[in-house]
Antibody, heavy 119, light 108 residues
Framework: QVQLVQSGAEVKKPGASVKVSCKASGYMFTDYYLHWVRQAPGQGLEWMGR????????NYVQKFQGRVAMTGDTSITTAYMELRRLTSDDTAVYYCVRDVAARGWFDPWGQGTLVTVSS | DIQMTQSPSSLSASVGDRVTITCRASQSISDYINWYQQKPGKAPKLLIYAASTLQSGVPSRFSGSGSGTDFTLTISSLQPEDIATYYC??????????FGQGTRLEIK
């Protein structure tokens, strides 16, 4: 079945970087956009951007421009999201999600990766 | 940017009740709206896409309607396992995507 499996929880200090991985299986990796969505503790969902595994083209939300990089390795069907210059506001669960029909509906979701930023 | 205003922010209902959650877009988005269910400690799950299409495997008591700026998610007969937070999401100007603030649904 279609599945996205993410890397484990991370604890980082302010100013550091984090790189979260998302292993895709059960479908053709290059046929679907992968998006990243985050959720701060007790808060709603925030879209961060998307990555095209076929072309490598990315689109980022303005607020993350210059601080985020979404990449992928087609040989191991894995996508990555790196976020730099972390602050406590970046403490959140980060999800990778597959864009079903390039129309922005997301299925499935990865299980989520908790990133905690604390000194 | 298109804003999505979801209401109510929380809702308490009894088992068997008909429950309606609404989402209003700041401008017309045709049918580019999707609905998700998130249970505590879990990733969200797609319920409805393109305003009214039920995702495979989702119980038929869930339905979506609307077009343009006003949309609704309806649960025809609330079940205990429906306790969750529900989010609307627009995607009409992909790659720009926005979620509603969420509706927390509880059992009375």
């Amino acid at each position: 079945q279609v599945q996205l499996v993410q890397s484990g929880a991370e604890v980082k200090k302010p100013g550091a970087s984090v790189k979260v991985s998302c292993k895709a299986s059960g479908y053709m990796f290059t046929d679907y956009y992968l998006h990243w969505v985050r959720q701060a503790p007790g808060q709603g969902l925030e879209w961060m951007g998307r990555f095209n595994p076929n072309t490598g083209v990315t689109n980022y939300v303005q607020k993350f421009q210059g601080r985020v990089a979404m990449t992928g390795d087609t040989s191991i069907t894995t996508a990555y999201m790196e976020l730099r210059r972390l602050t406590s506001d970046d403490t959140a669960v980060y999800y990778c999600v597959r864009d079903v029909a390039a129309r922005g509906w997301f299925d499935p979701w990865g299980q989520g990766t908790l990133v905690t930023v604390s000194s | 940017d298109i804003q999505m205003t979801q209401s109510p922010s929380s809702l308490s209902a009894s088992v068997g009740d008909r429950v309606t959650i609404t989402c209003r877009a700041s401008q017309s988005i045709s049918d580019y709206i999707n609905w998700y269910q998130q249970k505590p400690g879990k990733a969200p799950k797609l319920l409805i896409y393109a305003a009214s299409t039920l995702q495979s495997g989702v119980p038929s008591r869930f339905s979506g309607s609307g077009s343009g700026t006003d949309f609704t998610l309806t649960i025809s007969s609330l079940q205990p396992e429906d306790i969750a937070t529900y989010y609307c999401q627009h995607s009409s100007s992909t790659p720009s995507i926005t979620f509603g603030q969420g509706t927390r649904l509880e059992i009375k």
